[in-house]
């Protein structure tokens, strides 16, 4: 089984983002991505733009760890 690259997976997330508001309805407010340590790491860097020191300065995530990941207006 092929798993999704990176981009794939950033694109799909975008367009779950913009979903909502193309039929006239609010946007999808939860996405829940299951995922290893290193991969939640370099998505975070490429949704985030983070730097490479910014990268290396994040830690794999433990067994059943999570990252909750809110957005905040102002």
């Keep these: 089984m092929k ?5 794939r997976l950033e694109s799909r997330l975008l367009s ?12 999808n407010d939860t996405i829940v991505i299951v ?8 998505f975070l ?10 990268f290396h300065s994040l830690y794999n995530m433990g067994n059943c760890e999570r990252y909750n990941l809110e957005l905040r207006c102002g």
């Design 35 to 42: 995922t290893h340590g290193l991969t939640a790491r370099l």
């Design 16 to 27: 779950l983002s913009t979903e909502g508001n193309e039929e006239g309805e609010d946007a």
């Design 3 to 7: 798993l999704p690259s990176l981009k």
């Design 45 to 54: 860097m490429r949704w985030f733009h983070l730097t490479v020191d910014q």
